[in-house]
Structure formats: C-alpha cells, structure tokens
C-alpha cells in the first residue's frame, strides 16, 4: 500500500546530467532528479495518457485562441504563431511576463540548480 502521509522531496538535482552545469549552453536541457520519502514504497503517483493528452489537447486551444488575434506573419520566421514555442521576445513580456513571487521562485531554482545567466533570457536572442 501506498503511504500519502510521507513527507517527500527531491535530491540529486541535475542538468544534462550535470550537478554543476555552469556554462551550459543547450536550447532545451534534459532535467533530472530522485524523489526521496521518509517512509517506505512511497511512489510517485502516474497519471494515465488519456488525462495527459486531454490536458495537452486544453493547453493548445489556449495558445491557438491566445494567437488567433495576432496579424499574420508576426512569429520568428514571418509565419502564423499556434503555440508557445513559437513566440518571440516581445511576445513573452506581452503573454507571459511573470510577477514577482514567480521572478523570485525563479531566481531560488537558478541559484539551486546552478544555471548559468545565459540561463536567464528565454528564449535566446536570435543571432545577428
């Protein structure tokens, strides 16, 4: 039996397999970590594929409609933007620009898991 009661938390925090990652320098880096339990067969809970595409399914309605008022040939190679990925610098500051309490919870992950500050901007800025 699974116990919901144990008090779980993170370790052996990585980044593309690294514990100190200063410099790294990858678009989209693999994270790793273990999940530790004070008790016993503790188990992270899964979720079924089902849920998980249906929340993706939501989750890119969202963007679709979000995108749908932008003038064609606003994403970062002039094309009709759809998702979130394809948004460019000014369009996160506009859609997605964080507050406070999530700037700080941002900085205490950099500061953990040791990103460097090229870590910081996202997405990068596109090469001159």
């Known amino acids: 039996m699974v116990s919901l009661q144990a008090a779980i938390g993170l370790t052996k925090l990585t980044v593309e397999g690294r514990t100190e ?29 089902e849920k998980i595409r249906e929340r993706v399914i939501a989750a890119r309605k969202i963007q679709t409609d979000r995108f749908s008022q932008l003038p064609l040939g ?20 506009q859609f997605a620009e964080p507050d406070a309490a999530s700037i700080d919870m941002l900085r205490m992950a950099m500061e953990r898991l040791k990103l460097s500050a090229r870590a910081y901007r996202w997405p990068a800025p596109s090469p001159t």
């Not at 320098?25 to 594929?49: C, H, L, Y």
């Not at 933007?81 to 500051?93: D, P, R, V």
Request: charged share 20%; with cysteine; net charge positive.
């Open 21 to 49: 990652p200063l410099g790294l320098d990858v678009t989209a880096p693999r994270f790793g970590w273990q999940i530790v339990s004070d008790k016993k067969n503790v188990m992270q809970p899964g979720e079924p594929s």
């Open 74 to 93: 606003g994403g970062r190679e002039g094309g009709r933007i759809y998702c979130n990925a394809m948004m460019t610098e000014k369009m996160l500051h």
